[in-house]
């Protein structure tokens, strides 16, 4: 037996999961209202050698009861073997279907979500004992830095965390601009000036089905007015438009759009929009798994699909995802959720990976002021991130603030993501109803 097979392979020997409540201001949304705190759970595994690997996923009471679930038949296993990891997860939570991503903007599932955190991990570890970056164990980095696009919300006034709804008076440059109310066009054009300044973003993504159609196309009439022709724009009303609403707002706006993102519900509802429009159609709502894959390429439900490792159980799964899309003509980019630094690391290893990036990716990153690693927050230049430095994802958690921000999960007591009860505080007559308008 050579001593390669002698070798005996490192073991999980700590899974430490810790739910944490981070600062989120009050944007709108289809659903309602951010809450003001968004929840992440962070996953720390260590071997036996003491090699630690980090992730992060969004959190809820339920997705940490699945974690803790799978705690004790992850630990004995091998990092580097993660196809194994793998079914030992499939055979726990058994087969998940699409239905069970529900009819939220953000996805439900179960399996995708834990594979995604302790795949990450697993590759942070493995990263570090081999002395490679993540991007190297995709397949090598084909760029230095990922481009991201402005994030712009119509939103309430309010910082959010402890304060709500109200401001921060000390306050001063995005993060006095991230504070400010804004409902309509005026508001988006000047929050996506204070963004764009502070972050340098060369492309703009407007969060829609919030208001009247007439004045979400409006507001990207005003993007175009300030920005120029050159500056690509996005609007995603999250499914809340009908087919006929889709396909009337998405002929106005028919030229003025790098692409339009989940006008309407399902893929059959997104195929008759994509067959009335020249602009092309996103997803992160109607094709989510690779079980949607069959019938969007029978349907043609969309053009690009915006993956999330998140969602779609990893970053060896997104990199599949990628090949997938090149096969069948579909573009690729990536959505996001709240989040912090290690799921923003996890992205830029990702993105740096992939063969293309034809368009620039979806972040939250800068409506977040929290951070659980050190050396502070991310740097955005040019509306880019460099691939971070170092082995595995190149961050390290600090144990500070990871302290600081479990302290707000345990006071804030939100325990699931509930944008429709935030939004009754202020519209007792509210409730979330798909295709609104
Ligand atoms: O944060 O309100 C939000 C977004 O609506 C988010 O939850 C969505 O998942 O960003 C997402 C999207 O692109 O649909
Ligand atoms: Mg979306």
Redesign the pocket.
């Known amino acids: 037996m050579s001593n390669f097979q002698n070798k005996k392979g490192p073991v999980i020997k700590q899974f430490i999961i810790t739910p944490i409540a981070t600062v989120d201001p009050p944007?709108l949304?289809a659903v309602g209202l951010?809450q003001p705190y968004a929840l992440r759970t962070i996953v720390e595994l260590i071997t036996d050698d003491n090699i630690s690997g980090i992730s992060e996923i969004p959190g809820n009471i339920a997705i940490d009861a699945a974690l803790e679930s799978a705690k004790n038949l992850i630990i004995g296993m091998d990092p580097f073997n993660l196809n194994g990891i793998r079914q030992v997860l499939e055979a726990h939570f058994g087969t998940e279907t699409a239905g069970q991503r529900g009819d939220m903007?953000?996805d439900q599932r179960k399996l995708v979500h834990i594979f995604s955190a302790i795949e990450v991990a697993c590759l942070d570890i493995v990263g570090k004992i081999t002395n490679r970056p993540v991007v190297d164990l995709l397949g090598g980095k084909m760029r230095d830095a990922v481009p991201f696009s402005a994030y712009l919300f119509y939103k309430y006034e309010g910082a959010g965390g402890e304060l709500g709804h109200k401001i921060d008076p000390a306050a001063s440059g995005w993060a006095a601009a991230r504070q400010t109310k804004a409902v309509d066009p005026a508001g988006i054009v000047a929050q996506a000036k204070a963004m764009c300044a502070e972050f340098g973003f060369k492309s703009l993504k407007l969060?829609g089905g919030v208001f009247d159609p007439r004045l979400e196309t409006d507001s990207i009439f005003a993007l175009r007015e300030a920005f120029g022709p050159d500056v690509p724009l996005r609007i995603?009303p999250?499914a809340a438009w009908t087919i006929e609403t889709s396909i009337k707002y998405g002929l106005e706006m028919e030229g003025c759009l790098e692409y339009l993102?989940?006008p309407t519900k399902g893929q059959e509802g997104m195929a008759v929009v994509r067959k009335a429009l020249k602009t092309p159609l996103a997803t992160?709502?109607c094709t989510t798994s690779f079980g949607d894959i069959p019938s969007s390429i029978a349907i043609g439900s969309e053009d690009i699909i915006?993956s999330d490792h998140h969602f779609w159980g990893g970053l060896r799964s997104s990199m599949e995802l990628s090949k997938i899309c090149q096969v069948f003509g579909r573009g690729l980019s990536m959505?996001?959720?709240?989040h912090l630094g290690i799921s923003l690391a996890a992205m830029v290893h990702l993105g740096a990976a992939l063969p293309k990036v034809p368009y620039a990716l979806?972040t939250?990153y800068p409506w977040q002021s929290d951070e659980v690693i050190t050396g502070g927050r991310f740097k955005f230049e040019d509306g880019s991130v460099a691939v971070p430095k170092g082995p595995g994802l190149g961050v390290i958690l600090d144990k500070i603030a990871l302290a600081k921000l479990h302290q707000n999960y345990l006071d804030c007591g939100i325990t699931v993501r509930d944008?429709t009860t935030e939004m009754k505080k202020f519209n007792p007559d509210w409730k979330f109803e798909t295709m609104r308008w």
């Open positions: 944007l949304n951010h903007p953000w969060k995603d999250n993102e989940d992160n709502m915006l959505h996001s959720n709240s979806d939250h944008d």
